[in-house]
Each structure stands twice: as C-alpha cells, then as structure tokens.
C-alpha cells in the first residue's frame, strides 16, 4: 500500500471536453522517425536493438503473492534471448511502492521517450495497488532507459488526482509524440473511466530520487459510447507527422459487451476526439499497405450472443489509413473496416464459438518484404478435443492491404512447436512481433499465461526467408530469466 500522493504538476490540470483540444508546449526529441507505428519504441539501452518487456503480474515477490513482476530482454544483432535480461519489480532498489499481494505490478505495459533523452522508457502498469486508504485505486511506475538499460533507481509514481476504490489506474497504457510542441512522447493512461495524459519536462533534468516536472492532462470521457477501456494503440493514421490515439474496449450502457474502440486525432493544438469505430477490445497499428500511412487492427475476439454477425470465433477488422480524416481509407469519414474470420477464404481454421480470434494483434514485416503483417491470438481455440489450448496465425500485408496469400498458423500440436496442447493453457493469449533480425525480419513471441498450471510460458518463434516459421523454435519463462515463475502467468502482457 502506498501513501496517497500525487504527482508531482508544474501546470494547472486541462480538461479535454467534447470537441475542445489539449494544447502541449519544443521541437521532438524523442526515437527518430517514432511518429509511426512501424517505429518502435522499445530500445531502453539505445544500442539499435528493439528490447522486450514482458509482465508477470501474477507473480510472487518477497512472499506476496500476486505483487507481479516485470522482466526486460536487450535486444542484439542476433535478436532476443535469456542471457542479457533483467527483473524488476516494487521490490527492486528505487522502484515506488513496495511489493504487495494482488498489486499486480505489469499488468499493463507501454514503452516511449518520455523526457526525450534519446534512450526509451518503460511504464508498468499497477492497477491493483491500493493508495491508502483506497483500495485498488492503481498507480503507474515509469522506468528511465539509459545506457546501462532499465534501472529501478529514480523510477517515478504516477496516480490519479481524485483517487476511487476499484477504479485500477493503469488497466491500460500507450506512448507517443501526440504534439509537435512535446520535447519526447506523451504518455496515456487509463483507468476504468477516463484518460490522463502527462508530460514530462525534458528542459529540467532529473537529480537522484528527484522527479521529473509533469503537465496532467485528463480526457474524461467522449461524447459516443460508453467504452470500457482494455487497450491503447497509437499510428500515424492520418500522415500528418503525430501520432493518433485509438482506446480500445467494450461498451457499458443499454447495449453492453460489444467490442469498440474511441478515435483522438492528434493535431497542432492537440489531440481532439473525433468519433468511435467498431471493433475491440484489442488494437494493433502498422503501415500494412506500406502506402505511408498508419493502419488500424481491431480485434473482436467476442460479442454478446444476439444474432449478430461475430458471435462465434471472433473477427478482425483493419482500417486503412489516409490523408482523409482518420484510419477510414481513401473514401473518408465512415469508410467501413475490411473484417476477417477464420472463416474467410485462405485462412487457415474454422471459426467456432469461443475461439477467441483477435484476442491480441501485433503488427510488422516478418519476411522483409517492406509490407508489416499481422499476428493475431486465439486463446479459445480448442485443438482437437483439448479445450482453450489456444493457437496464433500470421497473415500477410502488401501493397493491396492485408491478404490470405502466405496465412499460416500455429499451436503447440505443430511440428517443431515445443510442448504440448493442454487445457486452458490458452496459447496466443498474447503476440508480439519482435526484431528485427539482421535482415529486417520479426519473429513472433507468443504467450501462454495459463501454461504449466498458471507460470505462464512465452514461446520465440522465428522469422525466416518467408517470415515466421516453427523451425527453430524455443521457450523460456520467468525463471528462465531469473524471476520467480510459480503462477507468475508470465506473459500476460508483452509491450507491443
């Protein structure tokens, strides 16, 4: 439990009300290029090489069970492994807070220059934290990168102004350059209401155990659905250099469980929103069409059994970015997304109640052909009488958009694929398309948090000439690199 306080603010808090817009104050200094979603952001040592963050958010730390924990992987020419990694959770030296059961430190994670310095940083979400004397009103811990990579010391605590018992600040995260005027990316969080942005001041460097100044911005609601936020995505969907904001949920309301998603264009005087898109709660974003613009991925891994047109497997929907307004494609406004199943031609599997399809997205080129692809989880998927063991599949981008031609999938009854499929392992639970390796192609990790009866499993599927293949596959959990792994549910979040 933490004493409650607040962040510290050099700037009065702005509302962002229907319509209005944030305005931010100095030139970008952040990753080069980062203002699109094929930019990664994840290079805490600032070596070139793309780090992996990965949470356990289960784990048990110093006897607390369900403190969490998260694990770092430093990136080299010859990609990820277990040798150079790091854990780190509130028990580690620096880090705010203290290790206690059911914070759930990593539950949610995102990665961003957030005081422009040139070396990233990671956000771990804490949405179980209890600020005393509010239970479970959540907190965020940001990690500074350096050239000795992630450290705990100095690590900064971010909370919500007005705290609330189960409100769980920092259920979801993102990172980006929103406004031309930001020294480094703005950071979003979320808690079961609203969405708060900061800002840290890049101008006044930090001293030992000293926070950076923050400017908090709180968005705290749109005027379209009710969405219960899950997830963030952040592209440049519009080409206009900023990067655009997608909160990804299900609706509340008279019309509850449906997956949508809250559009924020970024814009001079700052990101506006604009409008909800169907599809959620999971959001990916990449350039799939490599056409210069950012695409949205929106999974709908389920809805509410009304007859409607996803109620069994789940489905995908992609928005093709334009100079029009927004991720809707050349036809502008209202342009509708292009959906796929399991059902649709050339890809692999039958769509089945309960699949899940879409649970979790990640988007980028795995076989280097220039055109970012799609990976997509299905935790549901049963293979063959084996309930929820789950399965991953890769589809392929190019100039026309996202196409069939190359689909593949896997699960763990795939040749070459360690282990075996068990109930309720839920593989695919998350992917992440990580690289690239020497010839620009990303492999694929994928998740299984309910593997080995709740460890949590993360299987490195690599990329070959033509892109992802089993060959050549391994495994790794969190014990693998040093952490505690019984019921850690070790990759249950990956920052994409």
Request: no cysteine; charged share 20%; glycine share 20%.
């Amino acid at each position: 439990m933490r004493p409650s306080r607040s962040a510290a603010v050099v700037a009065a808090a702005f509302l962002l009300m229907a319509g209005a817009a944030i305005a931010a104050p100095s030139a970008y200094a952040g990753t080069p290029g980062g203002t699109h979603a094929n930019d990664r952001n994840s290079d805490f040592d600032g070596d070139g090489y793309e780090d992996v963050l990965t949470g356990a958010p289960s784990g048990t730390v110093g006897g607390k069970k369900g403190a969490g924990y998260v694990t770092v992987q430093y990136g080299s020419q010859a990609g990820i492994g277990t040798a150079r990694a790091a854990v780190i959770g509130q028990d580690t030296a620096g880090v705010p807070g203290a290790a206690e059961a059911g914070d759930g430190f990593g539950r949610a994670l995102a990665t961003g220059d957030l005081d422009g310095d040139g070396y990233d940083d990671a956000v771990v979400g804490v949405p179980g934290e209890d600020v005393e004397p509010v239970t479970d009103a959540g907190g965020v811990v940001v990690l500074w990168g350096s050239p000795k990579g992630l450290t705990g010391g100095a690590g900064d605590w971010l909370q919500a102004d007005a705290l609330t018992a189960g409100a769980r600040f920092g259920s979801a995260l993102a990172a980006a350059h929103f406004s031309p005027d930001i020294p480094g990316d703005q950071l979003a969080v979320t808690d079961r209401d609203d969405l708060t942005l900061y800002q840290y001041d890049a101008a006044v460097r930090r001293g030992p155990g000293m926070p950076a100044p923050l400017t908090q911005q709180r968005l705290p609601g749109t005027p379209g659905r009710p969405i219960a936020p899950r997830a963030m995505t952040t592209g440049d969907y519009d080409g206009n250099g900023l990067a655009d904001l997608v909160v990804s949920g299900v609706t509340g309301g008279d019309e509850p469980g449906y997956g949508w998603s809250a559009l924020f264009l970024a814009e001079v005087q700052g990101l506006r929103y604009d409008r909800d898109l169907p599809g959620g709660p999971s959001a990916a974003s990449g350039d799939i069409n490599g056409d210069g613009y950012d695409d949205l991925v929106t999974g709908e891994p389920s809805s509410p059994d009304d007859g409607g047109e996803f109620v069994n497997g789940g489905a995908v929907g992609v928005y093709y970015g334009s100079a029009g307004d927004g991720p809707v494609g050349a036809g502008g406004p209202g342009t509708p997304p292009v959906w796929w199943t399991q059902d649709t031609t050339g890809v692999p599997g039958t769509d089945e109640r309960g699949d899940n399809w879409g649970a979790d997205l990640s988007v980028a080129d795995t076989d280097g052909d220039g055109y970012p692809d799609v990976a997509i989880g299905a935790p549901g998927e049963d293979i063959g009488t084996v309930a929820d063991a789950g399965a991953v599949w890769v589809l392929r981008g190019s100039a026309g958009g996202l196409t069939a031609t190359g689909a593949a999938s896997w699960d763990q009854d795939s040749a070459h694929v360690p282990g075996i499929p068990e109930k309720g392992d839920r593989w695919g639970g998350q992917v992440r398309l990580t690289g690239p390796d020497r010839d620009g192609r990303f492999g694929l990790l994928a998740a299984a948090p309910g593997e080995d009866t709740g460890n949590g499993v993360v299987w490195m599927l690599p990329a070959g000439a033509g892109g992802v293949t089993a060959s050549g596959s391994w495994t790794y959990d969190g014990g693998s690199l040093g952490g505690p792994a019984a019921g850690a549910a070790f990759g249950a979040a990956i920052d994409e």
